[in-house]
């Protein structure tokens, strides 16, 4: 009796143990949402940042996940000149491999036009472009 006591207590002893060790860490991700979250258009954008934050956070869940993502959220307020200024704040974070972007066409299109902000790859939820169609994957300033 003793000896089953004895073998359950070293046994709860290395569960715990176990249990107790640091998972192996995951490399981290970082991608950049940049929308209106200000202005006329905030509800739009309001609604794809909570929908990119639902999708981080459930990709986080899973245990399977390689690798653990963070979302760098920035308002463009659909306003072009806004827009540039936050996708190269965006583009100059290395830290930073890709980017959800701009709802709005004007913003995008005045982003994407300045290749300094060095964002790649990019990908608009929305805008489109006169004579270009959906603006749907640019690529360093390039459709």
């Known amino acids: 009796m003793i ?7 070293i046994a709860l002893s290395v569960a715990l143990a176990l249990v107790s060790l640091p998972a192996a860490a995951k490399d981290k991700v970082k991608v950049a949402f940049i ?3 200000t ?5 739009n954008g309001i609604g794809a940042r909570n929908s990119a934050e639902l999708a981080v956070k459930l990709r986080n869940a ?3 996940a390689k ?12 306003k072009p000149n806004v827009a540039v200024q936050v996708a190269t704040k965006a583009g100059a974070d290395r ?3 890709a980017a959800a972007a701009h709802y709005c066409s004007a913003a995008a299109i005045a982003a994407t036009a300045h290749s300094s902000t060095g964002l790649r790859p990019v990908t608009n939820r929305r805008a489109i472009s006169p004579g270009r169609g959906a603006l749907s994957v640019i690529v360093g300033g390039r459709e």
């Open 3 to 9: 000896r089953k006591k004895r073998l359950s207590a």
């Open 67 to 78: 690798y653990e993502y963070e979302l760098l959220v920035l308002d463009d307020e659909c």
């Open 95 to 97: 830290s930073v491999i």
């Open 39 to 43: 202005g006329g258009v905030a509800a």
């Open 35 to 37: 929308g209106p979250l």
């Open 62 to 64: 899973d245990p399977r």
